[in-house]
């Protein structure tokens, strides 16, 4: 089995759902995860193990899911050295707003990388994590070439209208 490189994480099992398809994005990568449930909340201990062991175990970016007071992603990223991408989950009467301020509103020096609200959320974290990775993986880079060359297949310009070069808008 092939040592993963991304921790997938999340504060509860109810949040499962949404952070598998981050999970589902990176197998599209090859890109090998794991996935577990931890709460810096309710098992602190637990949270503060894995975040120290993570690099050394082969773990090269932290994705990590939580709803409600969303403090799981800071947590991590105040004990490892990775990166970290935060996903705010909805659930609670407040629709993920309180997960989202709580997770992107990081004191200077802390950062988590936030992405949206929810299973947009998850799937971005994977394509993320994949940029990230593929910046010292050329593996993972082609597999990104190809599937942002894929992405411009899907325009349907209207008949007549051709893209002409870059550069700023013609007046
Ligand atoms: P339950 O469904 O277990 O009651 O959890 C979880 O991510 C979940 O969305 C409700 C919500 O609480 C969140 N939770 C956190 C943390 N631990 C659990 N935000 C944490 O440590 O940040």
Redesign the pocket.
Known sequence: MTAARVGIV??????MAAMRLCGEVLDEYGIAWEIGV?????A?EA?QAYARQAEGRGLRVLV????????????LASLTGLPVIGVP?A??PLAGMD?LL?IVQMPPGVPVATVAIGEMGARNAGHLAARILALSDPDVATALRARRAAMGTRVSLPEGFEITGGGPAED
């Open positions: 999340m504060g509860s099992d109810s949040d931890m709460s810096a909340h309710r602190p949270v990590a899911g939580a709803g409600a007071a969303a403090h799981l992603p800071g947590v989950l659930g609670t997960a709580s």
